[in-house]
């Protein structure tokens, strides 16, 4: 048990559906990110949140749309995904994003397939 | 990009100690390296992070070079619970991007 819960733990869609991902963190932790790893490929940062404001969009693309609404809940909206979308999503906290042990505690994650 | 370079993957023998190493030659002084670990199917977990001095805790140990630009995490007694990849990844203390590389592949071997 890392403190930090995904649902659901397998998801799969077609292009046109909207689904969302949950995250939910028990840490007392004030950041909180999502990153995307597809097969044979390192993860890949996609948001960062701050005390629920967002601090980081590595250029992802508006089919995914991220919701921060308090500090121990962030949501990953998927709509119109792309086969090429389909990946495991995961979910991180940490004390606070500058903080100083570095320390990312995370989720297990959610294996995305889109058909 | 990563700032780190790592080699693949490596074998262990169960029970001997593992030593991964990882090369961050363009490493600044203000930055520090650290190790995660990725289980099959798993979230990455967090092992150790150090800046100039060696570290050691519960997990591993951390020996880092003199002039910093490389390091090497050291499993003391390798289980077949350590199979898993390992990522050294340099930050930035106080930045808020944690960026992974492809890690090394560790397989310990009965």
């Known amino acids: 048990e890392t403190g930090v819960t995904q649902t659901p733990r397998h998801l799969v869609m077609g292009m046109t559906n909207k689904k969302s991902l949950k995250c939910e963190q028990h840490?007392?932790?004030?950041?909180m990110y999502w990153y995307k790893q597809s097969a044979k490929k390192p993860l890949e940062l996609m948001f960062v949140y701050s005390l629920e404001e967002r601090v980081e969009n590595n250029s992802v693309p508006s089919r995914f749309s991220p919701e921060c609404p308090n500090s121990s809940h962030l949501f990953l909206h998927l709509h119109t995904l792309q086969p090429e979308d389909s990946a495991l999503y995961l979910c991180?906290?940490?004390?606070?994003?500058?903080?100083?042990?570095?320390?990312?505690?995370f989720g297990e994650g959610s294996r995305l397939t889109v058909l | 990009d990563a700032k780190t370079t790592q080699p693949p993957s490596m074998d262990c023998a169960e029970g001997r100690a593992a030593n991964l190493p990882c090369n961050h030659s363009?490493?600044?002084?203000?930055?520090?390296v650290y190790w995660y670990r990725q289980i099959h199917s798993q979230g990455p977990q967090y092992i150790i992070h150090?800046?100039?001095n060696n570290e050691t805790n519960e997990m591993a140990s951390l020996i880092i070079t003199e002039d910093r630009k490389s390091s090497t995490l050291i499993l003391p007694h390798a289980t077949l619970r350590d199979t898993a990849v390992y990522y050294c990844?340099?930050?930035?203390?106080?930045?808020?991007?944690?960026?992974f590389g492809k890690g090394t592949r560790l397989h310990i071997l009965p």
């Open positions: 990844i340099v930050r930035l203390n106080r930045d808020d991007k944690i960026i």
């Open positions: 991180a906290s940490s004390q606070d994003v500058a903080s100083n042990t570095g320390e990312l505690f």
């Open positions: 363009t490493i600044s002084g203000n930055e520090y």
């Open positions: 150090g800046l100039k």
């Open positions: 840490l007392g932790h004030n950041a």
